[in-house]
Nanobody, 113 residues
Framework: QVHVVESGGGLVQPGGSLRLSCVAS????????LAWYRQAPGKERELVAR???????DYTRSVEGRFTISRDNAKNALYLQMNSLKPEDTAVYYC???????WGQGTKVTVSS
């Protein structure tokens, strides 16, 4: 079964940067699309970015130009570099495969002065 561990969240000021990491196991990492999701207080979980096995990445419009998703297949790791952070980026961030049914603990990102 899919198992993921997210890390790298924290408190950052608006305009700052963070890099999130996810280490995964339980599936063929190099053969699957991987994605970052987030859930802000009082809101639904949303897709933030995804990285397909063929190397194609895409992003939700609100983070385009600010976030970069990448992966290291040798380490079974997925990353999200977040720059120019805004208060509305505050959320718990999760990684998963699009077909995943189980979620990890996530990592909390708080953007505040």
């Amino acid at each position: 079964q899919v198992h993921v561990v997210e890390s790298g969240g924290g408190l950052v000021q608006p305009g700052g940067s963070l890099r999130l990491s996810c280490v995964a196991s339980g599936f063929a990492f190099n053969l699957n699309t991987l994605a970052w999701y987030r859930q802000a207080p009082g809101k639904e979980r949303e897709l933030v970015a995804r990285f397909r096995s063929n190397g194609v990445a895409d992003y939700t419009r609100s983070v385009e130009g600010r976030f970069t998703i990448s992966r290291d297949n040798a380490k079974n790791a997925l990353y999200l570099q977040m720059n120019s952070l805004k208060p509305e980026d505050t959320a718990v961030y999760y990684c998963n495969v699009p077909w995943g049914t189980h979620w990890g603990q996530g990592t909390k990102v708080t953007v505040s002065s």
